[in-house]
């Protein structure tokens, strides 16, 4: 939490939605010289190594394009500074392109939303007491689940306790029990839509909630193996540069750009026209 700018968190609640040729289309008349200017600058990090607004006149125009288009236009109307918006696409290239060093995850299964045979693996280590992961998690399982990511992407939740969080390990363990029961997102969703309420008494009622024998929760709660399980998962995240949540890895690749949701998917689905060698319309 402690890396998320203060325009990443407006973003994280913010309404807009980034729809093609929505938010250009909105700009007045001095945003969109700005718009052009920036266009007229930056330059894409793929499939065309030229600005984005001469990438936009090609015969085969770059999907890519219109995308960092449509973003940069976004940006302007949230009163982003240029040089803000210069590092947000700059921090979008970063997480999209090849990187040195690989994660080793374990893809637990029981984690998993999604279709299993989905081309691009999303991983998300959250804490159970995140404010930002309530937030942004029951979005992206939509979008995964029912919305623009069905089929293309799956998700996978890594657990991430965060000392400063009060109660993160006891809200841990109840996500790893209620995975272990078959009922990961059901649990977890029902815990995150009632986060200002949170209490330990209230992790059997998220159970109960979640249609879990409540007994048998408390039962697999009680195993050492599932705090085992959740120190294992912390670690691994330390040894993959976890420092906050929620921290997202898009096909291996760490993600450091915009946690909007809309920003999120959109880079989601660029990855997934990169391997499926949809990048040119």
Known sequence: MKNLSAFVILFLFSPLILNAGTHCERLSKEEKARAEK??????????????????????????????????????????????????????????????????????????????????VTVVSYICARCPFCAIITPKL???????????????????????????????????????????????????QEDFMNFSLPRLNVYAAEADIDIKKFEEVSKDPGIKKYLEKSKKEGLKNGVEATPTFFINGKKYYSNYHIDLLTDAILEEYERISGETYK
Request: charged share 40%; hydrophobic share 35%; aromatic share 6%.
């Open 38 to 119: 920036l266009l007229s600058e930056i330059k894409l990090y793929d499939c065309c190594d030229d600005t984005v607004s001469n990438c936009l006149k090609k015969e085969k125009v770059c999907r890519l394009a219109e995308r960092i288009k449509e973003e940069i236009c976004l940006l302007i109307r949230e009163k982003l500074k240029d040089e803000n918006i210069r590092a947000e696409i700059s921090n979008r290239a970063k997480s999209m392109t090849p990187q040195l060093k690989k994660p080793e995850i374990e893809l637990d299964d029981s984690f998993m939303a999604g279709d299993k045979e989905a081309k």
């Open 141 to 191: 399982h939509k979008e995964i689940t029912e919305g623009r990511l069905k089929g293309k992407a799956k998700l996978y939740i890594r657990p991430f306790p965060l000392k400063s969080h009060e109660h993160s390990v006891e809200g841990g363990i109840a996500m790893i029990a209620a995975a272990k029961m078959g009922k990961f997102y059901d649990y977890l969703i029902k815990m």
